[in-house]
């Protein structure tokens, strides 16, 4: 079985301020591949990034950066001066190698406050 | 390219009706998934299928129905609506190069009402 868990429900920050959205997961595979995605107020769900498991190398685009820790199975994601336009739901998710069934952790809902 | 479409947007049942939400891609994607957001529960897996002919139960499979006849459509079936499929439904689907699986593309999305 495999689990994706995201303990923070909901963050509030001042804009400028930087922000760490926790992901936990948990599988039995050794092959397996991690994502991100968000989902603004209009409701689309928009992919950010997908790690797989052999590649642990950490990862920055522009304000984004994400930190992928096999050896306490994490996967977070920090956004560097947040802007009010980072203001969404943002969900981590666990694809097993070779398998469709994805698991999506609840959300974070991230909140930046001009 | 389209992406991932959906039809209806919006959708209002009573119970025991029944429907289908369609789905559609051209992006000529292997598979395709099924599911639905709830407040709080995140994306449950309803169904998913890795190719025309092919289709397999997520996590909350019960009072659902799927087909893949084409590559491109993947339309879900609601056979007697009932309260508790008041939701909204996402499809998506997603590519394999060399066996390694892609991110998912979705749907914008159909919000389902269930009276």
């Known amino acids: 079985a495999q689990k994706v868990t995201q303990a923070q429900t909901e963050i509030s920050v001042v804009e400028k301020e930087d922000v760490t959205l926790d992901c936990v997961y948990e599988?039995?595979?050794?092959?397996?591949?991690l994502f991100w995605y968000k989902q603004p107020p209009s409701g689309e769900l928009v992919f950010l990034i997908r790690?797989?498991?052999?590649?642990?190398q950490n990862e920055i685009s522009g304000r984004y950066s994400w930190n992928f820790q096999k050896s306490t199975s994490s996967f977070n994601f920090t956004i560097t001066a947040s802007q009010v336009v980072d203001s969404a739901v943002y969900f981590c998710?666990?694809?097993?190698?070779?398998?469709?069934?994805?698991?999506f952790g609840t959300g974070t809902k991230l909140q930046v406050i001009p | 390219n389209a992406g991932v479409t959906q039809t209806p947007k919006f959708q209002v049942l009573k119970t025991g009706q029944s429907m289908t939400l369609q789905c559609a891609q051209d992006?000529?994607?292997?598979?395709m998934s099924w599911y639905r957001q709830d407040p709080g529960m995140g994306l449950r897996l309803i169904h998913y299928?890795?190719?025309?002919?092919?289709?397999d139960q997520g996590e909350v499979p019960n009072g659902y129905n799927v087909s893949r006849s084409t590559t491109e459509d993947f339309p879900l079936r609601l056979l007697s609506a009932a309260p508790s499929q008041t939701s909204v439904y996402f499809c998506?689907?997603?590519?394999?190069?060399?066996?390694?699986?892609?991110?998912?593309?979705f749907g914008p999305g159909t919000r389902l009402t269930v009276l």
């Open positions: 998710a666990l694809r097993p190698g070779g398998y469709q069934k994805v698991t």
């Open positions: 599988t039995r595979d050794t092959t397996y591949y």
């Open positions: 790690r797989n498991s052999f590649d642990e």
């Open positions: 992006m000529n994607h292997e598979y």
């Open positions: 299928s890795v190719g025309a002919g092919i289709t």
């Open positions: 998506a689907s997603s590519y394999s190069t060399s066996g390694a699986l892609g991110e998912q593309f």
